[in-house]
């Protein structure tokens, strides 16, 4: 039987969730983007976001796309698709997840992350401290690399997997040349630069790289 913690920051916290139990909370969420939840072996937190999430991952975003057009690396994005296993008790829902250069393995079908390949590259905004690690359920799905913004740090750390840990790396494995200082940046020179002129930047500063 589950257990409700109250709720911590912005997060509510459940114990002893079965399996079916987080297919029901997920089926009961599935239209509502303000929400995300992760799941790990009857651990279930529920997460909600905010202006102050979304504003940072939707820049990273951006961010993703602009560079990657510019290098010539075909990537395609799922969002914030629930990625879950039921062999590995384990379930997220990420700020945003890309494939990178294939994504004819998965583009235009449902994707089961018991047959099909994990994402290559996921994007995690902390405004608040998650409940729980989320990194030991990327690195069970064997999601080779994470980017991380921190809102307090107001900076962004790549991550890279070896073996079964992510250590932090100075570049992009996804989109070479981008390193994780140029990137925290952007961000910061967003304000200023006002959204038009700060997409030019990175475009230029994408060009320039090639």
């Not at 740090?153 to 790549?158: D, H, I, L």
């Not at 932090?168 to 390193?179: D, F, G, H």
């Amino acid at each position: 039987m589950s257990t409700l913690v109250s709720p911590v920051r912005e997060s509510v916290v459940l114990h002893g969730v079965s399996w079916e139990t987080y297919q029901q909370i997920l089926s009961e969420h599935e239209n509502n983007p303000g929400k995300r939840i992760f799941y790990d072996e009857g651990e279930l937190e529920i997460m909600v976001v905010s202006a102050r999430h979304e504003g940072p991952n939707d820049l990273l975003r951006l961010m993703v796309s602009l560079v990657a057009a510019e290098f010539g690396i075909e990537v395609y994005g799922i969002g914030s698709m629930t990625c879950r296993r039921e062999d590995l008790q384990k379930g997220f829902e990420p700020d945003a997840a890309y494939y990178v250069g294939r994504a004819g393995d998965v583009e235009d079908r449902d994707i089961d992350l018991t047959v099909d390949p994990p994402p290559d590259l996921i994007i995690e905004v902390e405004v608040t401290h998650p409940a729980f690690p989320h990194f030991p359920l990327y690195s069970a799905f064997a999601v080779q690399e994470v980017w991380h913004y921190s809102h307090k740090a107001s900076r962004v750390e790549f991550y890279r997997l070896e073996g079964d840990t992510y250590h932090e790396t100075a570049t992009s494995l996804a989109l070479p040349k981008l390193a994780s200082e140029a990137a925290t940046i952007f961000l910061k020179e967003r304000k200023r630069l006002g959204h038009v002129r700060w997409i030019a930047h990175i475009q230029n500063w994408a060009r320039q790289q090639r």
